[in-house]
């Protein structure tokens, strides 16, 4: 079945807003070159290039999580200078499906965690 026949969509899209995200008032990311991810019944998601991310302050974890959708994502959790970390606060999907393969090795982060501020608006979702 299709996504549309869910009603469910899933897009990436190359974008050029400028994206800085901290953790526990740190500066983890900043980008110019995000991949926004429309997705039916989310907000949209902003993932970063590793290149743009630092990725010193980050551990793999052993978590994997499932999208029908993206495929399998692998999580980092943020352990800054060592005095406190955030569990599983980065994901990433390494190997997407083809329908959003512009997220491949792309990071995004929980806004539960991480402050993501954007300059300017994302554009609307394209229509598929």
Known sequence: MSEREHGHRVTAVP???????????RMV???RRPVLVYETGHKVRYYLPPEDVDLTLFEST????TCPFK???SYW???G?????HADVVWSYQDPLPSVEAIKGHLSFYDTVASVAVDGEPPAAPEV
Do not use: L, N
């Open 77 to 79: 959790s943020y352990v």
């Open 29 to 31: 990311a900043d980008s």
């Open 15 to 25: 974008g050029s807003q400028h994206v800085r995200v901290e953790i526990d008032g």
């Open 71 to 73: 495929g399998v994502a």
């Open 62 to 65: 052993d978590t994997r999580t």
């Open 81 to 85: 200078d060592g005095s406190g970390t």
